[in-house]
């Protein structure tokens, strides 16, 4: 059973889903900005066209990814709040996505201060 089967779902139920799914696409945003971000690795083709690739990470998108990440951290906890008033029967239950959310959030932003700072 979920937390939000009394009369069907409330405004708080539903807005627990949709800020889940907010969030996990702020992680993928943030995955594929990581992408562009990093470092590129010259290859053969790289050498042989004489084409430039960028060494450095690019701490503008870098930066927007820890917003990205602190976005998605402050969505989780939101949340679990709205989830915490709403679990009250034994039934109820914690939304896992929201939990998982919040852990790789912290983890994203514990390596970004890690390696940047």
């Not at 943030?30 to 430039?52: G, M, N, Q, S």
């Not at 690019?58 to 709040?81: E, F, K, P, Q, Y």
């Amino acid at each position: 059973m979920s937390a939000c089967r009394r009369k069907g779902p409330d405004l708080w139920c539903r807005s627990l889903r949709y800020l889940a799914l907010l969030g996990w696409l702020l992680l993928v945003s943030a995955l594929f900005i990581l992408d562009y971000a990093k470092p590129k690795i010259e290859t053969f083709f790289e050498r042989v066209y004489d084409i430039h690739l960028h060494q450095q990470w690019d701490m503008n998108l870098a930066r927007n990814i820890l917003w990205l990440m602190v976005l998605g951290l402050l969505l989780s906890v939101v949340g679990l709040v709205i989830n915490a008033k709403r679990n009250r029967r034994r039934t109820d239950q914690w939304r896992l996505s929201l939990i998982f959310l919040g852990v790789l959030s912290s983890a994203g932003i514990f390596l970004y201060f890690v390696n940047f700072s």
